[in-house]
């Protein structure tokens, strides 16, 4: 079975931090994404990737920034972290073909204090 | 731009009654079209996808068919369970090599003994 795995369930972070969010899949996968999904406005595109080291901003890429030095890897970055980012957070990843299914991690939920 | 309209939850209903979501979906071109379902506590997963017009998708008593004419994509199911209780996500991707996935706002489904 596919395998997306997010580094953490819940966190607790202080305004100002800098935030690192992990994401790894195993399946060899080409494209890699990330969504913060929040009541009342479902799930939005922060950032995608299609390649290692390529990036792609989605709808709301303010505040954050990627990195993807490996295939399997996806990091999301809050550079100085705020309450509005308080969240939950998703990474998917999906094999680079038309039509083809995203595969889910379990989520993050972020709490910025 | 793309984009994907679902009816406005939440619903409730009893078990064994019928469910329909509504989906309409405005797009570029003809994307692929699926729904996502989110357990508490948990993140996404597919639940059924259809990729061109007419292709009906179904899995575990739910079906959807891709109507091109209506640019709609309705999920139904003859008889809800309480398990079926989750959040379903209307979904696309676009005809891109990179298969962005544009979500719906979800719709939140309790079943009630």
């Known amino acids: 079975d596919v395998k997306v795995t997010q580094s953490s369930r819940y966190l607790v972070k202080r305004t100002g931090e800098k935030v690192f969010l992990e994401c790894v899949q195993d399946m060899d996968h080409e494209n890699m994404f990330w969504y913060r999904q929040d009541p009342g406005l479902g799930l939005r595109l922060i950032y995608f990737?299609?390649?290692?080291?390529?990036?792609e901003k989605g709808d709301i890429p303010e505040g954050y920034s990627v990195s993807r030095e490996k295939k399997e890897r996806f990091s999301l970055i809050l550079e100085s972290a705020s309450t509005n980012q308080t969240s939950m957070y998703l990474c998917?990843?999906?094999?680079?073909?038309?039509?083809?299914?995203?595969?889910f991690g379990q989520g993050t939920r972020l709490t910025v204090v | 731009g793309d984009s994907v309209t679902q009816m406005e939850g939440p619903v409730t209903l009893s078990e064994e009654a019928f469910l329909t979501i509504n989906c309409t979906y405005t797009a570029t071109g003809y994307p692929s079209l699926f729904w996502y379902v989110q357990y508490p506590g948990e993140g996404l997963q597919l639940l059924l996808k259809a990729t061109k017009a007419d292709d009906k998708g179904s899995n575990k008593g739910f079906e959807a068919t891709y109507r091109k004419e209506t640019t709609s994509f309705h999920l139904e199911k003859g008889s809800v369970q309480v398990s079926d209780s989750a959040v379903y996500f209307c979904a696309l991707t676009l005809k891109t090599s990179y298969d962005k996935v544009i979500f719906g706002p979800g719709t939140s489904l309790s079943v009630i003994p």
């Open positions: 998917a990843s999906s094999f680079g073909a038309i039509g083809r299914d995203a595969f």
């Open positions: 990737s299609y390649d290692v080291k390529m990036k």
